[in-house]
């Protein structure tokens, strides 16, 4: 069965601290996902990439990087954490189907919260 | 702008009957359009997916359609039972995205009672 692992279910963080979200597919998909998800707000990207060790900006990248050594694994990480940066963070993997059609198979996502 | 507006936040109808979701765009021109199925606390799960050229599918109890002149999309399930309860969102692809990114609806909440 086709599996995103993202590590941690749930993290609680101070302000200021640096935090890894680490997120692997077992799937050898070319394509992977960062999103986070807020009440009323829908899902949004932050990064995304497409091949090892190179990324594209979503549409909300400040306060955000990612890092793609592997091509099964994608970190998001927070430089420096804000509690505007609360949030369920859902990780996604992709192998292009056709011409772009980018179905997505999502990890369980990790609900941080920072104080 | 570009925007994906699906029908109402919360829907909520009696087992056995048909829902019907409704995804609209306004300036995409979708390649394809997906539906994803949320439980709470969990990551989406991909429903069906269509392509423009394609006016409907089905898998099972679940039926999409797919209108381009009115820009919308339409997510039927049929026979509905209590676990079919979950958020349901929609997501495109623009026809000009070489990188084949989706763009999501904010979702619609099922709820479906005995």
């Known amino acids: 069965d086709v599996k995103v692992t993202q590590s941690s279910r749930y993290l609680v963080k101070r302000t200021g601290e640096k935090v890894f979200l680490e997120c692997v597919q077992d799937m050898d998909h070319e394509n992977m996902f960062w999103y986070r998800q807020d009440p009323g707000l829908g899902l949004r990207l932050i990064y995304f990439s497409y091949d090892v060790k190179m990324k594209e900006k979503g549409d909300i990248p400040e306060g955000y990087s990612v890092s793609r050594e592997k091509k099964e694994r994608f970190s998001l990480i927070l430089e420096s954490a804000s509690t505007n940066q609360t949030s369920m963070y859902l990780c996604?993997?992709?192998?292009?189907?056709?011409?772009?059609?980018?179905?997505?198979?999502f990890g369980a996502g990790s609900r941080l919260t920072v104080l | 702008s570009q925007k994906i507006e699906q029908n109402s936040e919360a829907l909520n109808i009696q087992e056995g009957k048909t829902a019907t979701l409704t995804c609209n765009y306004t300036n995409y021109s979708p390649a394809y359009l997906q539906w994803y199925r949320q439980d709470p606390g969990r990551g989406p799960v991909f429903l069906l997916l269509i392509r423009e050229n394609e006016k409907e599918k089905r898998k099972e109890r679940l039926k999409v359609t797919f209108d381009t002149t009115l820009k919308q999309s339409l997510f039927h399930i049929t026979a509905s039972q209590p676990a079919d309860s979950a958020t349901y969102l929609c997501?495109?692809?623009?026809?000009?995205?070489?990188?084949?990114?989706?763009?999501f609806g904010r979702g619609t909440q099922l709820t479906v009672w005995p």
């Open positions: 997501a495109l692809t623009d026809r000009g995205s070489t990188l084949g990114r989706l763009y």
């Open positions: 996604a993997s992709s192998f292009p189907r056709g011409r772009g059609a980018n179905v997505l198979t």
